[in-house]
């Protein structure tokens, strides 16, 4: 096969020796390779169109990118701020739970004070009567030895308990204060479990209009698409541990001082045992719905969330949708067509919760339910906290309205697995 150049030199001898068609082709093939205008044109037109689709394909990229993460930091976000709402009012929940068992102690108490008072001088009477009717000698001597005997060794102690205690109980028991406290504390309680759920939907229209994306909250074991604390109302058997633990092992102190131990002929310690003992029991029978406690509350035990199906009540998923996300920003749309998902739609999802940082620690050193998770100074620690979510499938199989709110922005399934490729998390 010859090669150009030899053709060249062909068609040039050709011309020489006289021959017409010769210099005809050869003129034209020499303008042919002369001639190289517009091939530099044309290569920058396909550097450009491949410079234009790397463009196109670091764009839309990016954009698909930016969407996901925008949906997601939104769903972080919005799950988190209901969590802190959630931990703001159980820690709440647990500071006015211990002010309605001081308060319900107290009640015991002056109960007990003005009993107690009464009653002494009853059992004084009947001692310095029995005295003298046992004496061999003068009704009047035996019995005047015994009141001497009570003037000199009883009655000091009795009055110093009467002058500290009785003008405070005489003040509030009547006029049934520590009730209406309780009662209002109660009503504080309420307060706060009707409004945590109008307070979290204020603040998901705002994340809406600041995200400007679509935002579904959903709590594991609830339908209505609202957040509710993880709390109930408490009962009798709920209320009976707390307040008896309050009393005999913070309040009750008078019958360890050892004055009010001398008044041994009055029956001090006796009656103050007896009245306080009866009228706790009234106050469980008072209070006892007038509280809140944990949904995971078991009669008098109080258990926490210890296990995923525990947990649902305490946990906040949120579903973050940005629809029509690629509409009027990609480049190339015929080619990259919608590179988000095949609804044009990013989803967001994150989970929350609230928990007791102080009763997972007690839990995990000593291997036992941590108790009292509301109605103490330990329980006072609930904090939110962002985790994995493992409360989705409960969420989507007892949440109507999520499936709903899912085919409304074009998802079309309830099914994890359908979206499982749109969510970034």
Not at 97 to 118: C, E, H, K, P, Y
Not at 262 to 268: F, L, V, Y
Not at 311 to 320: E, I, K, P, Y
Request: proline letters at 4%; hydrophobic letters at 40%.
């Amino acid at each position: 096969m010859m090669r150009p150049r030899e053709i060249l030199d062909v068609l040039h001898r050709s011309e020489q020796s006289g021959s017409q068609l010769a210099p005809l082709t050869a003129r034209s093939i020499r303008r042919v390779h002369r001639n190289d205008r517009g091939n530099i044109t044309v290569l920058f037109i396909m550097l450009g169109l491949l410079f234009y689709a790397g463009a196109a394909m670091v764009w839309n990229t990016g954009h698909t990118t930016s969407a996901q993460t925008h949906v997601q930091v939104a769903a972080d976000t919005s799950a988190y701020s209901a969590a802190v709402w959630m931990s703001r009012g159980v820690n709440s929940i647990t500071g006015a739970n211990m002010l309605i068992t001081r308060n319900a102690s107290a009640d015991v108490i002056a109960f007990g004070v003005i009993w107690t008072t009464i009653m002494v001088p009853i059992n004084w009477a009947k001692f310095i009567d029995d005295t003298g009717k046992a004496c061999t000698l003068a009704y009047a001597i035996c019995a005047g030895a015994a009141a001497a005997y009570i003037a000199a060794v009883e009655l000091p102690p009795y009055l110093n308990f009467v002058s500290k205690a009785l003008p405070t109980a005489l003040q509030t028991f009547p006029a049934r204060t520590f009730q209406n406290r309780i009662r209002d504390l109660y009503n504080y309680q309420r307060g706060w479990v009707d409004a945590i759920p109008t307070t979290i939907e204020k603040q998901r229209d705002h994340f809406e209009k600041y995200y400007k994306s679509t935002i579904r909250y959903t709590q594991p074991g609830r339908s209505d698409g609202k957040v509710h604390l993880p709390v109930e109302r408490g009962s009798m058997l709920s209320l009976m541990a707390p307040l008896a633990l309050r009393f005999y092992l913070m309040d009750n102190k008078w019958p360890k001082d050892s004055g009010f131990k001398q008044i041994r002929e009055g029956k001090a310690v006796r009656e103050w045992n007896t009245s306080t003992g009866l009228w706790l029991l009234v106050s469980i029978l008072l209070y006892g719905s007038q509280h809140h406690v944990l949904t995971t509350q078991s009669t008098i035990l109080e258990f926490g969330p210890d296990s995923l199906s525990s947990r649902q009540n305490f946990s906040v998923l949120a579903t973050v949708a940005e629809a029509k996300a690629s509409q009027g920003i990609l480049m190339m749309p015929g080619i990259f067509r919608h590179p988000i998902s095949p609804q044009d739609t990013v989803i967001g999802l994150a989970q929350a919760e609230t928990y007791n940082g102080i009763s997972e620690r007690v839990s995990l050193l000593f291997n036992v339910p941590y108790p009292f998770r509301v109605w103490t100074t330990w329980g006072w620690q609930w904090q939110p906290r962002l985790t994995r979510l493992d409360q989705l499938q409960n969420a989507m199989q007892g949440d109507s309205t999520m499936r709903n709110h899912l085919n409304k922005i074009g998802v079309g399934s309830s099914s994890y697995g359908d979206f499982n490729d749109m969510v970034r998390h």
